[in-house]
């Protein structure tokens, strides 16, 4: 038997590292693994070192041309600024009965309002977002910030300096958004000077929440994380 390890192909090992990872990772940390690990184990591995990160992005998107042909419900998107492993739309049903993600991960409408304001308007203030609404959002804003979809960005010039709110990474993640950019109907919000009421979100919160249902399930825990905000 020939002692010669026969070591997998860069997109192979990509493919791993993006089964393993819990979150999306860009080509800058998948080349940093590959670094780590030729210094590491040494010998053999240490040809993957040298490897540059467009060679990297060049890899990712041949298993992503690859993958949906090979008939395994797999597929790899562009999420957050980064490249995750996730289940094919069409078979979501199955993927969210086993993981029961129909009740754990939807978001109430009260929770979805708030967070398409907030999501439109960053850096935004409570009072606002409260101004928008029309109602008290403290509740609200709290469930928001325990689920890591919100995070406070920092405070107001304003007498008191009230917090400022803005979405998270796992917000990009949840949606399936590569960035903000992505959000639908931002431009036309950014020619809205001051909106009313949140009669003018109805259609990007159902683009949202359309967009959070085709989102990639993960792992078993993370599908725990969600639970409906009143």
């Given at each position: 038997?020939?002692?010669?390890?026969?070591?997998?192909?860069?997109?192979?090992?990509?493919?791993?590292?993006?089964?393993?990872?819990?979150?999306?990772?860009?080509?800058?940390?998948?080349?940093?693994?590959?670094?780590?690990?030729?210094?590491?184990?040494?010998?053999?591995?240490?040809?993957?070192?040298?490897?540059?990160?467009?060679?990297?992005?060049?890899?990712?998107?041949?298993?992503?041309?690859?993958?949906?042909?090979?008939?395994?419900?797999?597929?790899?998107?562009?999420?957050?600024?980064?490249?995750?492993?996730?289940?094919?739309i069409n078979c979501g049903p199955w993927v969210r009965?086993?993981?029961?993600?129909?009740?754990?991960?939807?978001?109430?409408?009260?929770?979805?309002?708030?967070?398409?304001?907030?999501?439109?308007?960053?850096?935004?203030?409570?009072?606002?977002?409260?101004?928008?609404?029309?109602?008290?959002?403290?509740?609200?804003?709290?469930?928001?910030?325990?689920?890591?979809?919100?995070?406070?960005?920092?405070?107001?010039?304003?007498?008191?300096?009230?917090?400022?709110?803005?979405?998270?990474?796992?917000?990009?993640?949840?949606?399936?958004?590569?960035?903000?950019?992505?959000?639908?109907?931002?431009?036309?919000?950014?020619?809205?000077?001051?909106?009313?009421?949140?009669?003018?979100?109805?259609?990007?919160?159902?683009?949202?929440?359309?967009?959070?249902?085709?989102?990639?399930?993960?792992?078993?825990?993370?599908?725990?994380?969600?639970?409906?905000?009143?």
């Amino acid at each position: 038997m020939s002692s010669i390890e026969v070591l997998p192909e860069l997109k192979q090992i990509i493919g791993a590292l993006l089964f393993a990872a819990k979150k999306p990772l860009t080509a800058k940390e998948i080349h940093k693994v590959l670094v780590d690990a030729g210094a590491s184990y040494g010998g053999p591995y240490e040809q993957f070192a040298g490897i540059k990160e467009d060679e990297v992005m060049a890899s990712v998107e041949e298993l992503k041309n690859e993958l949906p042909h090979g008939g395994t419900g797999l597929c790899i998107a562009e999420v957050a600024h980064g490249y995750r492993l996730q289940n094919e739309i069409n078979c979501g049903p199955w993927v969210r009965t086993l993981l029961d993600k129909d009740h754990n991960a939807r978001l109430s409408k009260p929770a979805l309002e708030t967070l398409a304001i907030i999501a439109y308007r960053q850096p935004i203030l409570r009072s606002e977002i409260e101004s928008v609404r029309g109602v008290a959002v403290d509740q609200v804003l709290r469930n928001l910030v325990e689920m890591q979809l919100v995070k406070v960005t920092g405070r107001s010039d304003l007498p008191g300096r009230p917090w400022l709110f803005g979405t998270t990474q796992r917000f990009l993640e949840h949606f399936g958004l590569r960035s903000l950019e992505e959000m639908p109907g931002m431009e036309e919000l950014k020619r809205m000077e001051k909106p009313e009421r949140t009669k003018t979100f109805p259609a990007m919160e159902k683009e949202l929440e359309l967009r959070a249902e085709q989102a990639a399930t993960e792992d078993d825990d993370e599908s725990g994380e969600f639970e409906e905000a009143d």
